[in-house]
């Protein structure tokens, strides 16, 4: 094997291993690229004058790009939701409502998480601000603490996969596709995982009610006009935003930037409202916004250089050419895959694979054919939707989900960690089972977009 074929595995490899380092991943991504720019340099393979070609690609494909820049509104507009309290009054409002039901707060987290994936696309935000919440009610009330970390956990991800998703603007700049088609496929995969979430959990409360104890009766208003005035105030306004930002893209009204700025200043509105909005609330907002932001987007400029260099290494060759070499199927590059992402959801956060296997594998699902099962311009939307529902595993998988420690680090005391992990198994599986759905009838993912935006 010669050094041209050599420097790509190389360089992956590399990047494998110091991503463990717990080092920055912006800074690993940057680090490796021009590493690996040396080394070719030193062995004649890569000319210096390439790494000029960077400028114009991080200023075209990332400074310029109007559709990144849905990013820090949609961060602004989920913080903005959380310091407001509206995720609080919306919690208190749902639990009153299915007060009577088996199981009835662990369903109103699910719905709530629901909602708020609608809000946000803040993984760490969403799952904190619910384990605050819900957490220390669920523990009074002697809710399983499995049951309650599995369900504050699952219904926190989901913002990873509902619009607007920030995972799905990402995946749509990446692969150089309209993110507006990519919220409306990705929109009944979230909803069927939330509904598989509402139907365990109401099962297993049914069946063992010990686990799930009913609220009081007492908790919530006395008459039925109090009750609609709370669902009016707490339950309505969120409801509404979620429709002006969704609806506004899957009726074609706004662009998904378009709908972030709405999102925004209708977050901003809500706070006003509510008497929550001050000069110290909205620079705090800013500046989490502000910092998110900023992360990411170091994020895409290091991955453009590494990107950038991997292929100019031939590591796009190298990998096509080994796929060919393995004579794998449509299908069996398609759950190589997505048993790879799985694999790397339990010790990498869902950039880092978002980053590592989009521009890599990209051409090869673009090559891919799957007959009748589901359109060839459909595809790599399917791909993606796929792809997105795996990657929600990789904030629920031991050892590095994210979304477990987010919640152990604001955890009241009771809470073990041996708990939270079995407490997720269950909501794993249901995942999985999701995604073989997907995969098994694309419809689930493409026809709300093939009906809407043909």
């Known amino acids: 094997m010669g050094i041209e074929e050599l420097l790509p595995i ?118 904190v601000m619910m384990t605050l919440l819900a957490l220390p009610v669920m523990m009074r009330q002697k809710y399983s603490n499995e049951l309650s970390a599995g369900t504050i956990a699952a219904s926190g991800t989901l913002g990873i996969l509902i619009p607007p998703s920030i995972m799905l603007v990402v995946m749509a700049d990446l692969l150089a596709r309209s993110v507006g088609n990519l919220f409306v496929a990705a929109l009944l995969p979230g909803l069927l995982l939330s509904g598989m979430y509402f ?85 705090d907002v800013v500046e989490r916004s502000a910092l998110t932001g900023g992360m990411l987007f170091m994020i895409f400029l290091c991955a453009t250089a590494f990107s950038y260099v991997f292929r100019a290494l031939g590591g796009d060759d190298v990998v096509i050419g080994t796929v060919e070499a393995a004579e794998l199927s449509s299908w069996g590059i398609l759950f190589a895959l997505m048993l790879l992402v799985f694999i790397l959801g339990f010790f990498f956060d869902w950039i880092e694979i978002t980053l590592i296997v989009l521009p890599v594998f990209t051409p090869i699902i673009e090559l891919l054919d799957f007959g009748d099962h589901v359109m060839k311009k459909d595809i790599v939307y399917w791909f993606a939707i796929l792809l997105a529902v795996n990657l929600q595993t990789s904030f629920l998988t031991p050892p590095f989900g994210f979304a477990l420690f987010y919640m152990k680090g604001v955890a009241p005391p009771g809470l073990k960690m041996i708990e939270v992990y079995r407490g997720i198994i269950p909501f794993v599986m249901l995942q999985l089972i999701g995604l073989a759905a997907v995969m098994a009838f694309p419809a689930i993912a493409m026809w709300l977009p093939n009906k809407l935006l043909n």
């Open 199 to 283: 139907v365990y959990i109401f099962t297993v409360s049914r069946i063992k009610p010990s686990i799930a104890p009913p609220l009081p009766s007492d908790v919530g208003p006395d008459s039925a006009g109090q009750l609609l005035l709370l669902v009016i105030r707490s339950f309505i306004p969120p409801v509404f935003l979620i429709f002006l930002v969704l609806g506004s893209i899957l009726f074609g009204w706004a662009t998904p930037t378009e709908a972030a700025g709405v999102g925004a200043a209708g977050a901003t509105v809500l706070a006003l409202v509510r008497r929550k909005l001050s000069l110290p609330v909205l620079k």
């Open 10 to 127: 190389l360089m992956f490899g590399a990047l494998g291993i110091l991503l463990f380092s717990g080092y920055p991943v912006a800074f690993v991504l940057g680090g490796v690229a021009l590493g690996f720019a040396s080394i070719g340099i030193a062995y004649e393979v890569f000319v210096p004058l390439q790494l000029f070609n960077l400028l114009p690609r991080i200023w075209g494909g990332i400074a310029e790009n109007l559709i990144l820049t849905a990013i820090p509104m949609f961060i602004f507009m989920g913080t903005m939701l959380e310091k407001s309290g509206v995720a609080s009054d919306l919690l208190h409002c749902l639990q009153v409502l299915l007060r009577r039901v088996p199981g009835g707060l662990a369903l109103s987290v699910t719905v709530m998480g629901t909602i708020m994936a609608a809000t946000t696309g803040i993984i760490g935000a969403s799952v």
